[in-house]
């Protein structure tokens, strides 16, 4: 059975934009931590 070509391009598209898309998410979970552990935020506790 021949997979369309169409097919193969478009998963391989879908499988970037995924890890791009986490890749971008992982990023601003790591900017949000740092942000709550900004020396400001220990001081107004």
Do not use: Y
Not at 4 to 22: D, Q
């Amino acid at each position: 059975m021949a997979v369309p070509c169409g097919l193969i391009s478009l998963t391989c598209f879908l499988l970037a934009v995924v890890s791009i898309s986490r890749f971008v998410i992982d990023r601003r979970i790591a900017r949000q931590q740092k942000q709550n552990l900004d020396p400001e935020v220990i001081e107004s506790d």
